[in-house]
């Protein structure tokens, strides 16, 4: 939501006095920390070239390391968590589908030499699994666990501080009413945090303060990836091959990112709205930043470009009713836009003429780039989810003018689609080629990990936006709906929004089981539940404020590259 100062005279709000006399509320949003950093980005074709031929020849080596039939399970695991962590997975997605499947099936098993109790293995094989929508069991763990339930202090040593990690992790996979994977959670970070700040100056103790601070599961898998190649640089026992096979893909990779990036930002230029619009904020890196986050492997191009795009419209049109627009307006608005029609445009304030005109041409934009390949049913389900938000958004301006307070159950009804993911989630598919109509319709359906999704988003957002919600005013927080409803203070609430987001994100590990559609469409869902927990870290808005928890992210993904 908007960080605002609001004039608080409802007649003024409302828009009875004549448009000069209008009080309008004043946006304090910082501006953009970009410029035209990214506005040209030519691809130097020659050092594409040479990366790619030698990424060939590198690949197979590693694919034949995957394989390989003289590898101990055990290896094989930490080869795939390497690969995964090293951003190379998308290269080999068959292979390490099925080396996990013959894990998973008993037909690779630990051998003699190799500790059936080696709390490292057993949880990373056991998140592996998970991971890979293989329905590992939670009992594997029960080894580990005293007569009482409680987990046994023996495996608390100096010496297997990487199988605590190892566990750490893996408990973020952890589903509904599986009390030994949250006491798997509780017990290993207890333990972390206690012996993180002793342990030597190394690549591990760099591992665990990342872990406490960001967890590897929930973190942006492109942020991740530029970290741990970072940190592989530093391990003794490191594979050089892969090493310089990661840092070529990455820097291959940022190349086509960059460019997108470049196009993203000439169209924001070109369409000039936060120019004419200054009530807004300026996002547009930002938001390419969160597709990226979403898919960032190569053939996902246009679906990159078309979210981004899309998150900026909404972001801006957001802000039109959070920070500027009167009721009044935002009444045509509204109607206009569930007409979608450019006939409506003249009814409309010069300012969201401008808007408006916007909106509609983006959309045929996208009805053009997929008409041709049969996908319009694609673009109709976006616009549906648009039409939706701008709705729901009006509702919120209506609650916010009359001073109402709903229920929190209403409140969720109309702020989960203020949320924006039931949007975000519908238009990430549109320009994935393999999400047929079929997949559009599961989605409608709002199966558990889409709602878990968007609860996450909402709850969440609705804890770090709470202040500033409060500052301008603003009554119909999900917060104060909770607690009058209820009867409980502020801080209790705000726990009980926290517990809502951790059952939420069990409830998305679960998701990840529904075979109705492929894990390629239940991992983009996945993804922008990781953004939600890094742009809201430790109750930030990172959005708004992207100055401290984005840019060294941004910079390290799209500025950057590494050396090779």
Known sequence: M????????????????????????????????????????????????????????????????????????????????????????????????????LAFNGHLKLELEENDDDLFIISLQFRLLRQHALDAPSSVFERFVENNGEFKKSIVSDDDVKGLLSLYEASYLRRTDEEILDKAFSFSKAHLEFVASNLPESPLKKHVSRALYQSYVRGIPRVETHLFISLYKEFELKNESLLRLAKLDFNLLQMQHKLELSEVTRWWKEVDLISKLSFARDRAVECYFWSVGVYSEPQYGIARIMLAKTICMISVIDDTFDAYGTIDELTVFNDAVQKWDISEIDRLPEYMQILYRVLLDLYESFDA????????????????????????????????????????????????????????????????????????????????????????????????????????????????????????????????????????????????????????????????????????????????????????????????????
Request: aromatic share 10%; charged share 25%.
């Open 2 to 101: 908007a960080s605002v100062e609001f004039n608080k005279n409802p007649a003024t709000i409302c828009g009875v006095h004549s448009q000069n006399d209008i009080v309008r509320p004043v946006a304090n949003f910082p501006p953009s920390l970009w410029g035209d950093v990214f506005n040209s980005f030519t691809m130097d074709i020659q050092l594409s070239d040479m990366y790619t031929e030698e990424i060939k020849v590198l690949k197979e080596e590693a694919r034949n390391m995957l394989i390989s039939c003289e590898s101990k399970l055990s290896e094989k695991l930490v080869l795939v968590d390497t690969l995964e962590r090293l951003g190379l997975s998308y290269h080999f997605e068959n292979e390490i589908q099925e080396q996990l499947t």
């Open 369 to 564: 780039e997929l008409s041709p390949k049969g996908r319009s049913y694609a673009v109709h389900h976006a616009k549906e989810g648009m039409q939706q938000i701008v709705g729901s958004y009006y509702t919120e301006a209506k609650w916010f003018i009359k001073g109402h307070l709903p229920t929190f159950d209403e409140y969720m009804s109309v702020a989960k689609i203020t949320s924006t993911y039931y949007v975000l989630t519908t238009t990430s598919l549109i320009g994935m080629e393999n999400a047929t109509s079929q997949v559009f319709d599961w989605l409608l359906s709002k199966p558990k990990i889409v709602e878990a999704n968007v609860t996450i988003c909402r709850v969440v957002d609705d804890v770090a936006t709470y202040e500033v919600e409060k500052g301008r005013g603003q009554e119909a927080t999900g917060i104060d709906c909770y607690m009058k409803e209820h009867g409980l203070s502020t801080e209790v609430t705000i726990d009980l929004f926290y517990e809502m987001a951790e059952n939420a994100w069990k409830e998305l590990n679960e998701g990840l089981m529904d075979n109705s559609v492929t894990m390629e469409m239940l991992m983009r869902i996945y993804n922008f539940a990781r953004l939600i927990d890094v742009t809201y870290n430790h109750s930030g808005d990172g959005y708004t404020h992207p100055e401290k928890l984005l840019k060294p992210s941004i910079v390290a993904l799209l500025v950057d590259s590494f050396e090779v």
